[in-house]
């Protein structure tokens, strides 16, 4: 990430419309690589839950089709396509978990009928903190 740069920039009614597009987009293209992070730091990742929302909310999957107007970074696209699963194991913050701990076999079973299903879901599928998930990827790909 670049070190921000506080600029100056002059008042509107002293540039001309082209002068000021020229502002709008170098100050909007010097934020692109801080936009999420200050998106789910600022609505403590609310963010994320307000897109899942609206994304079951307008049936793409019945209708298969989108339109995400000023998109920013394309998130909503980005969670309309895509399908990201984390598997929490019963330790710390997951203890409250552990009497819905599966057993390894059955666990194991999930990870290779995940491991199918990503290679032929019309939607990206991804594993979020799954070690074991890895290792099966890297065994079958």
Known sequence: MKPFRKKT???IS????TEHIGMVKEIFGTITER??????LLSLRRDVAWRRFAVRRMHFFKTGRLLDVACG???VAIAAVA??????APTD????????????ADYEKNLHWFYKESLRAPIRLKATCAPHY???YHQRK
């Open 9 to 11: 920039y002059p008042s």
């Open 14 to 17: 002293e540039v001309t419309k």
């Open 35 to 40: 936009y999420d992070f200050l998106n789910h």
């Open 73 to 75: 970074t394309a998130d």
């Open 83 to 88: 399908h990201h699963i984390f598997l929490l």
């Open 93 to 104: 913050r997951g203890k409250e978990t552990a009497d819905q701990e599966i057993a390894p």
């Open 134 to 136: 890895f290792r099966i």
